[in-house]
């Protein structure tokens, strides 16, 4: 039988890889087009590449995957709301900007 240690462990584990795992960038534009109806055209270009991307390290074209970001979220500040806050801090940290 596992010690209790031995569960609060692996509930410790499961929350770390958990916490570790990353949305793709594919998954969050496919989000941001459910919760941002009207998407401003600034900001349409930049969600259509985020929409090919997975991760922060690949690239559009010559454009990298953070620059692609970094011009949405310029372009996105009449996106507002909870889902905004919260789509916009989760692309943020995956750009490694606060």
Known sequence: MDSLFDIKAAGSIREANAAQQVRSLSAIARDIRRTWPCVYFGA??????????????????????????????????TWRGDDARRIKAELKKLAGIK
């Open 44 to 77: 349409v270009p930049y969600l259509g590449a985020m929409e090919q991307l997975e991760r922060i390290q690949d690239s559009y074209g010559r454009d990298s995957a953070k620059s692609i970001v970094l011009y949405f979220l310029s372009n996105a500040t």
